[in-house]
């Protein structure tokens, strides 16, 4: 899956392909191997070759994140570029269409149909690549449709919810 990344201001070019516990990752045209673990929640262990890199992710936003490896800490915000320019034209304007960021399973589903949610409200969290995701609503309005359950598999861009 390709991205356009942002990290600490610097602008990069990022594709990840996961399979079990292991990551290919072209960074600006430098690619990486790695085998990943996640002991808990937000933490995860990354082997490349004979060294072991710990990094805890949490999540500070729609899309953002800050990152914190060794003693160095990032701001990271990521855009899927196959669906960066459908969600502009979108506007937030009428409806909202809830996508997965990328192929994953849903691991908790936090509102209904019929809920009122607030802008930047979790309505479905999706877990891919062993770190969870909470999908937000990015205006308040009411959820009026919910189109997976838990424990449902899901593909990249896959509408999870609507809101109006």
């Known amino acids: 899956m390709k991205y356009e990344a942002e990290i600490d201001g610097h ?12 990551v290919d990752a072209v960074i600006d045209g430098r690619r990486y191997t790695l085998e990943v673990a ?7 262990l990354l082997f490349s070759g004979d060294k072991v ?3 805890r992710v949490w999540e500070e936003g729609p ?10 800490l990032f701001g990271a ?8 320019r459908a969600a502009s034209e979108q506007g937030e304007e009428g409806m909202q269409y809830l996508t997965a960021p990328m192929p994953g399973k849903v691991v908790k589903v936090l509102r209904a149909a019929g809920d009122e949610v607030s ?3 979790g309505v479905v969290v999706v877990e891919a690549m062993k770190m969870q995701n909470e999908i937000k ?3 308040a ?3 009026i449709e919910l189109r997976v359950s838990e424990g449902a598999t899901v593909n990249a861009g896959q509408v999870l919810a609507v809101v109006e």
Request: glycine share 10%.
């Open 77 to 84: 915000k990521l855009y899927d570029r196959k669906h960066r």
């Open 63 to 72: 899309s953002s994140l800050r990152v914190k490896l060794r003693d160095r």
């Open 53 to 55: 890199y710990e990094a």
């Open 119 to 121: 802008a930047g409200e």
């Open 38 to 44: 996640q002991p808990e929640a937000g933490s995860y």
């Open 141 to 143: 309005g009411r959820v």
């Open 11 to 22: 602008k990069v070019i990022v594709d990840l392909e996961a399979r079990g516990g292991r």
């Open 137 to 139: 609503a990015r205006k």
